[in-house]
């Protein structure tokens, strides 16, 4: 197990530089090789935190996460890949923060929770690993809880074409239409005496599962599939 510092790494201004090139790289290839459009950008708040929740079919869904907004999003790494420099130095710039696998990934929840209160944007794929098919698949609680115990809105998002741009099992990027689509804002509940009741994550997960689908719909529509 590699031992990683506690902090949320990748605040520096030379980071911030590193990320914003990458995205520019990304956002390029996206536009010119997969056609990338995407709608609903007024939807993303331009200041404070929001957990932001996409469709998951593809490996590219989390670069294209990135390239659909201007705001930097984190997403989370296996903390293993933070052995090494200057590997961890890079994954820290493109907005990864490690977290240790197992133990019920509590320390994941905690990481992630402690990203969106320091007024930073985070992606986490509700379905969870990557899935097929045309159908948003039952979701998992942990977006919403995250959402739901930093008291920061969660944002449906639809990524259509992905899957046949670079399905699982796939070894290259396929040049077909990309599309991504961004839902309005669902607020959570305020929590009652410190507390999040059960009842309330599952009523986010399943307004957040509703959203997905439509948006999923509408983004595969627009590529064509």
Same mark, same amino acid.
């Given at each position: 197990?590699?031992?990683?510092? =506690? ?95 197992? =133990? ?13 209160? =320091? ?12 899935? =097929? ?93």
């Amino acid at each position: 197990m590699a031992i990683v510092d =506690s902090r949320i790494v990748g605040q520096s201004r030379s980071t911030k530089i590193f990320y914003a090139c990458v995205r520019g790289l990304v956002v390029g290839l996206c536009r010119s090789l997969l056609r990338l459009r995407v709608v609903g950008l007024e939807n993303v708040p331009e200041t404070g935190a929001f957990v932001f929740a996409p469709t998951h079919r593809s490996s590219i869904d989390i670069p294209v996460a990135s390239a659909a907004t201007r705001r930097r999003m984190r997403f989370m790494g296996k903390d293993t890949m933070w052995k090494h420099q200057p590997l961890n130095w890079m994954l820290s710039a493109l907005g990864a923060f490690p977290v240790t696998r197992g =133990s019920a990934d509590r320390e994941a929840i905690v990481r992630a929770i402690q990203v969106l209160k =320091s007024g930073e944007p985070l992606v986490l794929f509700p379905e969870g690993e990557r899935k =097929s098919g045309p159908t948003v698949q039952p979701l998992m609680d942990g977006a919403a809880y995250v959402a739901c115990k930093a008291g920061v809105p969660i944002i449906p998002v639809g990524i259509g074409g992905s899957e046949r741009v670079m399905g699982k099992g796939a070894k290259f990027i396929y040049p077909r239409k990309l599309a991504v689509i961004i839902g309005e804002p669902i607020p959570v509940p305020a929590a009652i005496d410190g507390r999040m009741p059960r009842s309330a994550v599952k009523e986010v997960t399943a307004q957040l599962h509703e959203q997905l689908q439509l948006l999923f719909d509408q983004a595969q529509g627009k590529c064509g599939y």
